[in-house]
């Protein structure tokens, strides 16, 4: 199980963190990370991090603004998103997967959250 939190309503330039908890089947995987859907748009691989907290991986689109890590304690993948821009405006995916040919492939997602960037 997958549960994400952290979306919401904020101005172009802002930030947000967005979370997620893993529980259960997560062993199975090797990958975690975030994928973004936004309406008319193909799905992009936002970011994944190794279970063990690297290597990384960042889209194009995000490096250098955002950043994941990952809370083996607490089973918990964060993204902070800086100096966001309304294209970012997505429902955002935590997800499982495994790293194929040095990119994310998800198999396991949760509910999504939604972020808008907007004035």
């Known amino acids: 199980q997958l549960v994400e939190s952290g979306g919401g309503l904020v101005q172009p330039g802002g930030s947000l963190r967005l979370s997620c908890t893993a529980s259960?089947?997560?062993?199975?995987?090797?990958?975690i990370g975030w994928f973004r859907q936004a309406p008319g748009k193909e799905r992009e691989v936002v970011s994944c991090?190794?279970?063990?907290?690297?290597?990384?991986h960042y889209a194009d689109s995000v490096k250098g603004r955002f950043t994941i890590s990952r809370d083996n304690v607490r089973n918990t993948v964060h993204l902070q998103m800086n100096t966001l821009k309304p294209e970012d405006t997505a429902v955002y995916y935590c997800?499982?997967?495994?790293?194929?040919?040095?990119?994310?492939?998800?198999?396991?997602w949760g509910q999504g959250t939604q972020v808008t960037v907007s004035s």
């Open positions: 991090i190794s279970m063990s907290g690297r290597p990384t």
């Open positions: 997800a499982l997967g495994y790293e194929i040919a040095g990119a994310c492939e998800f198999g396991s």
């Open positions: 259960g089947f997560t062993i199975d995987y090797d990958r």
